[in-house]
């Protein structure tokens, strides 16, 4: 456990005795819900910087000529590559960093392909995602959470 989440338990444990002492049980358990609160949210801090991944995602622009690649995740993206199939073409990006946006010009419009974007982890590990490009439907999914915490997929 982190140090710092240590010392503010320590001092807001003894803050709280000191108000239950001279003020009563509500100021205590006030003290001890702010207390709580605060403690949550250094520890989702400290699970949020050690379980940073980058997280890709491929969409084709309104105009169904242009691929954007993006880093939703939370860690950079290194050496990455992007082929659309079946039209046979590949790209590299290189490092995409968080929330970051890549747009690549097609040589003509697109309607039904895949892209398979891979990409580096800081661990050395490749991952390989294949997103579908239609000029004609969005793909969504309506469980994502808006960024990866707590594993919420496989790595």
Same mark, same amino acid.
């Given at each position: ?11 807001? +444990?003894?803050? $709280?005795? =000191? @108000? ?6 509500? %100021? #205590?358990?006030? &003290?001890?819900? +702010?207390?709580? $609160?605060? =403690? @949550? ?6 699970? %949020? #910087?050690?379980? &940073? ?6 969409? =084709? ?95």
């Amino acid at each position: 456990m982190n140090k710092n989440i240590v010392l503010t338990a320590v001092f807001g +444990i003894i803050i $709280t005795l =000191l @108000l239950g002492f001279f003020f009563g049980q509500a %100021a #205590a358990g006030i &003290a001890a819900v +702010i207390l709580l $609160t605060i =403690l @949550l949210a250094m520890a989702i801090s400290e699970d %949020a #910087a050690k379980s &940073a991944h980058p997280e890709l995602s491929a969409s =084709l622009h309104e105009d169904a000529e242009t691929v954007i690649v993006e880093n939703l995740g939370t860690a950079p993206a290194k050496s990455t590559q992007v082929r659309i199939i079946p039209d046979d073409i590949r790209y590299e990006i290189g490092d995409l960093n968080p929330d970051s946006v890549h747009r690549y010009l097609l040589p003509s419009i697109v309607r039904n392909a895949k892209a398979a974007v891979s990409w580096e982890r800081k661990d050395g590990s490749r991952t390989e995602r294949i997103f579908r490009l239609s000029g004609y439907e969005d793909e969504t999914d309506p469980l994502r959470p808006l960024f990866p915490l707590f594993n919420w997929k496989e790595k």
